[in-house]
């Protein structure tokens, strides 16, 4: 399937052991040349060895345009995307990269922010703290992992002047200092935005008390990033969709994602994860009714019902006319 998009050739410039089963590579432009600006909360796709394409947060300060930092854990079940980047790529290695995307940005009219990190979730949400802190603007965070030995950038925020802002909890530690989201989400006062990022247990649970302790929706910020394969389930229908530039109607087997059947017909949708975090094949729904089961459209953009993640997402319809 296609991924063609504007792209950049970068330089492993360095590879760091940041925590347990977590490494960074930092990368600079093959020339010596600026990179594009990002802004906070900003992801990349990188094209890995064996052909993956994995989205990665960048961590380093954005004011900064001769590097990008990311940093990855990695995953017992990977599949293949940390595992190349823990043991294939080194140091001196170039590759492929998107320019810098922002599905996840700060909303700056917020009167506070409150940033939540669960594991390797801190990769954008250190990146926020950091611009937060530069622009004075009042906000918390809390970073949480199983362990003091599977954190990151632990002494990176110890020395950072918004250090007293920052509140670390450990699963393996004593019971006062874990994460007690009941406390930290009990007043979501009017001004004041939710950004959470880690594991999909962890983002559920948060996002989960903080919809009980009544944040409305527009408060809340997230970004996953993984999602869950897109396999097929076993109640899973066949259905079609329609093409309204042409009428062309294609048939979506019970075991095809609708990318996949597309590219057999030879209609390319650009992808990137294909796990339905990513937001890179949305497409506009024009008939029918959706199946969502994406992690990137918030719940009220899934109900809207006028657009969906094509990669892993279904029909609850006999067919769907997109908007192709």
């Given at each position: 399937?296609?991924?063609?998009?504007?792209?950049?050739?970068?330089?492993?410039?360095?590879?760091?052991?940041?925590?347990?089963?977590?490494?960074?590579?930092?990368?600079?432009?093959?020339?010596?040349?600026?990179?594009?600006?990002?802004?906070?909360?900003?992801?990349?796709?990188?094209?890995?060895?064996?052909?993956?394409?994995?989205?990665?947060?960048?961590?380093?300060?954005?004011?900064?345009?001769?590097?990008?930092l990311v940093a990855v854990l990695r995953d017992p079940a990977s599949r293949g995307g940390s595992a190349a980047v823990h043991d294939a790529v080194q140091v001196g290695d170039t590759l492929t990269i998107s320019a810098p995307?922002?599905?996840?940005a700060l909303a700056h009219e917020a009167k506070k922010s409150l940033l939540l990190a669960g594991g390797i979730g801190v990769t954008p949400i250190l990146c926020m703290a950091e611009r937060l802190a530069?622009?004075?603007?009042?906000?918390?965070?809390?970073?949480?992992?199983?362990?003091?030995?599977?954190?990151?950038?632990?002494?990176?925020?110890?020395?950072?002047?918004?250090?007293?802002?920052?509140?670390?909890h450990f699963d393996d530690g004593t019971a006062a200092q874990k994460l007690d989201l009941n406390a930290v989400l009990a007043q979501p006062e009017p001004g004041?935005?939710?950004?959470?990022?880690?594991?999909?247990?962890?983002?559920?649970?948060?996002?989960?008390?903080?919809?009980?302790?009544?944040?409305?929706?527009?408060?809340?910020h997230w970004e996953f990033f993984a999602g869950v394969e897109a396999a097929p389930r076993a109640d899973d229908g066949s259905f079609e969709v329609q093409l309204a530039s042409s009428g062309r109607v294609i048939s979506i087997a019970p075991d095809k994602t609708?990318?996949?059947?597309?590219?057999?017909?030879?209609?390319?949708?650009?992808?990137?994860?294909?796990?339905?975090?990513?937001?890179?094949?949305?497409?506009?729904?024009?008939?029918?009714?959706?199946?969502?089961?994406?992690?990137?459209?918030?719940?009220?953009?899934?109900?809207?019902?006028?657009?969906?993640?094509?990669?892993?997402s279904r029909s609850k319809s006999p067919r769907l006319v997109l908007d192709l």
């Open positions: 399937m296609s991924t063609a998009a504007a792209t950049l050739r970068v330089l492993v410039a360095r590879k760091t052991a940041e925590a347990e089963d977590i490494c960074s590579l930092e990368l600079v432009s093959t020339d010596g040349s600026a990179l594009p600006g990002f802004s906070a909360g900003s992801h990349v796709d990188v094209h890995l060895p064996g052909g993956v394409v994995r989205q990665y947060s960048l961590c380093n300060d954005p004011a900064e345009s001769h590097r990008y995307k922002n599905h996840f530069v622009t004075g603007a009042d906000f918390e965070m809390h970073y949480a992992a199983r362990s003091r030995e599977r954190m990151a950038f632990v002494d990176r925020i110890q020395g950072s002047g918004f250090a007293d802002k920052v509140r670390f004041t935005h939710l950004y959470v990022c880690g594991p999909k247990g962890f983002m559920d649970a948060v996002l989960a008390t903080a919809r009980s302790q009544g944040w409305g929706e527009e408060q809340l609708v990318t996949q059947a597309l590219s057999e017909a030879g209609v390319e949708i650009m992808v990137s994860c294909e796990q339905g975090v990513c937001g890179t094949c949305l497409t506009r729904v024009l008939q029918g009714e959706v199946d969502h089961r994406d992690a990137y459209l918030t719940p009220e953009e899934q109900a809207a019902n006028d657009q969906f993640t094509p990669c892993c």
